[in-house]
């Protein structure tokens, strides 16, 4: 048996998914149950690999502790090994374009008949249902930023184009929609016996994210203008120049405000008087005022007096920090931000971010890195009542693959 079927750490020790998804947002969802200590089984096509181990390094972290197996879903042995792994098991991510699987006659009343209580995530990029001409669009992350109004929003004025926010904003955020979802679907159907399917759609979840810029648009009218790191209120830089390097300074709360403005000088000023909570647009010499002030400072010192100077002032500040810059601060070292574990690919060592959020009683473990191409497909198998002979039988018929595609 697989030293990771039967985990014993997290909150999610009594977890079963079967990860049927590829890329980004399905298997991140599955990531975050597989930390928490869920036996978590990505099923690979034999016909070709998850396009996301052209990097290994990231896939080595983005599946650390899911065991990986190969299978031929659509065939009818295929079919009939995914019937036996369902059996048991709480969850069904599947990623592929809308209708994919019902068109394989696996629709979700089909798998229910299997197992009652399954919770079925179906992750694409347009939905399953809508306007038939959208659904069996192909969709990646910048597609889903695209079609969502969330591109629309984000970049620099015209005439520069529209910016993709990277890296893979869409397809994270998805499979975080997918990851509460399905968990308070599996508390439902433990309770009621009754399984669940869940439509989750890559540009709906990016729609969701949109704040008050949706809601404007939506009931005034008001299309926000692309203004690169500005923001639509606030009147300052928000990226701020230094001698040296750049920091983000967001202006905002009367008290750190105040203290900004009689650290500049200007507390006796007309145009500054009462309670202010920020530096807005609407009051066009104020703003005048205070970012002349702010933007000299900050070019006539380094970041790490500026963060000196305001930090104690209660003002919400950071350096813009780089990799390197990450791996040299406190306060990453001190909580432990970053693990390393060996890769099982290569014997390298790995480092990487450890699993969040961190639980007090439960915490999540790295067990192992992402595993290469069929690793567990035997042990998995085995487990589920299959006899070496019928494990070679799959492998003959193209049903399982052991070769890298």
């Keep these: 048996m697989s030293p990771l079927s039967s985990q014993n750490f997290g909150n999610l020790q009594n977890l079963k998914v079967i990860n049927a998804s590829s890329v980004v947002a399905g298997p991140f969802m599955c990531e975050l149950f597989a930390e928490q200590g869920a036996d978590v089984i990505q099923l690979e096509s034999t016909l070709v690999s998850d396009m996301y181990r052209l990097w290994p390094q990231s896939w080595s972290m983005e599946r650390r502790n899911q065991r990986s197996m190969t299978l031929n879903i659509p065939t009818p042995e ?112 433990r309770e009621s016996g009754q399984g669940e399917s869940i439509d989750v759609a890559q540009f709906e979840s990016l729609v969701r994210l949109q704040a008050s810029y949706l809601t404007d648009g939506l009931n005034k009218g008001k299309q926000a203008p692309r203004m690169g790191n500005l923001d639509t209120v606030g009147a300052c830089q928000g990226t701020q120049q230094c001698s ?83 791996l040299a601060n406190s306060h990453y070292q001190q909580r432990g931000v970053f693990e390393t574990w060996v890769d099982i690919q290569t014997g390298e060592e790995m480092v990487g971010a450890a699993p969040i959020p961190r639980f007090k009683n439960n915490p999540s473990q790295t067990v192992r890195g992402g595993a290469p191409y069929d690793y567990d497909t035997r042990a998995v198998m085995s487990e589920h009542g299959y006899s070496d002979e019928e494990i070679d039988t799959l492998y003959a018929n193209g049903t399982l693959n052991n070769g890298a595609k």
Aim: net charge negative; glycine share 12%.
């Design 244 to 326: 040296d390097g750049w920091i983000f300074i967001a202006v905002g709360g009367a008290g750190a405000v105040r203290a900004m403005i009689e650290f500049f000088g200007l507390g006796d000023d007309p145009d500054f008087e009462g309670p202010i909570q920020s530096i807005t647009r609407n009051f066009p010499e104020r703003a005048r005022k205070f970012t002349e002030k702010l933007d000299g400072f900050c070019l006539e010192h380094t970041v790490a007096e500026v963060e000196a100077t305001f930090a104690p002032m209660g003002v919400a500040l950071s350096p813009i920090m780089t990799y390197s810059d990450m």
């Design 78 to 189: 295929g079919r009939g090994v995914l019937f036996r792994l369902l059996e048991e098991a709480d969850i069904l991510v599947e990623s592929s374009r809308g209708g994919t699987w019902e068109k394989w006659g696996l629709t979700d009343e089909a798998l229910w008949e299997v197992n009652p209580k399954l919770v079925i995530v179906h992750i694409s990029g347009f939905g399953l249902t809508g306007d038939p001409a959208y659904l069996r669009r192909a969709s990646f992350d910048s597609i889903g930023q695209a079609f969502s109004g969330y591109m629309a929003i984000n970049g620099f004025p015209d005439p520069l184009p529209p910016y993709v926010t990277k890296p893979y904003t869409g397809d994270f955020i998805t499979g975080l929609f997918g990851a509460w979802s399905s968990l308070a679907a599996v508390i439902r159907a």
